[in-house]
Structure formats: structure tokens, C-alpha cells
């Protein structure tokens, strides 16, 4: 998770004031370019797992009014990494049966 810097990440993460911003609402996954969810040392986690909207860590959508655009951004790019990488697995098959026969 990401969006908490420093110190104890449980403490501090609501404040009694409504109005500043809440780091509560700033916590949520890192990702790479291509959506792909990060551990902590900024390594997917797996080749196949992406994030978009609301799990990506950073921003207050609320106060912000980003959410629309965090949301469809983030799932346009996420969609065309996997289609990417499966166009690219497509064509090694392609080219292992060619090579097979």
C-alpha cells in the first residue's frame, strides 16, 4: 500500500477536522506504467494482476473531483497493457506452431 508517508502508517490516517485532506483516503496500491500492482521494493507482484480507480493510492477523489478521470485513465491504460502483452503471447504461439510443423 501506498499514500502514507513515514512514521506509524496507523497513526494519524483520520483527522477530527473534516475538511483537510485525510490520509486515509490517499492509501491504496502502487502500480508501474502498465497498471501492474507493485511491492514494496516497485516489483509486480505478479505479471497478470492491474489495478485502476479507486485501489491506485495518491489522490482524494472526492475533493479533488478527479474521480471520473482517475477511473477511466487508469482502466484505459490497464486495458491496453493486457491486450498488449496478449498480442504478444498470441504471436510467440503463432510463431512455436509455425515452427512446429
Known amino acids: 500500500l501506498r499514500g502514507v508517508d513515514g512514521g506509524d502508517a496507523n497513526s494519524d490516517l483520520l483527522t477530527g477536522d473534516y475538511w ?59 486495458t491496453s497493457a493486457i491486450l498488449s502483452s496478449a498480442a504478444a503471447v498470441h504471436e510467440r504461439e503463432g510463431e512455436d506452431h509455425v515452427r512446429a510443423h
Open 20 to 78: 483537510p485532506d485525510q490520509a486515509l483516503f490517499r492509501i491504496g496500491v502502487a502500480v508501474d506504467p502498465a497498471m501492474r500492482v507493485l511491492d514494496s521494493q516497485g516489483t509486480p507482484v505478479y505479471d497478470n494482476l492491474h489495478a485502476a480507480g479507486s485501489l491506485l493510492g495518491g489522490a482524494i477523489r472526492w475533493s479533488e473531483k478527479s474521480g471520473e478521470g482517475i477511473a477511466i485513465g487508469s482502466a484505459w491504460a490497464a
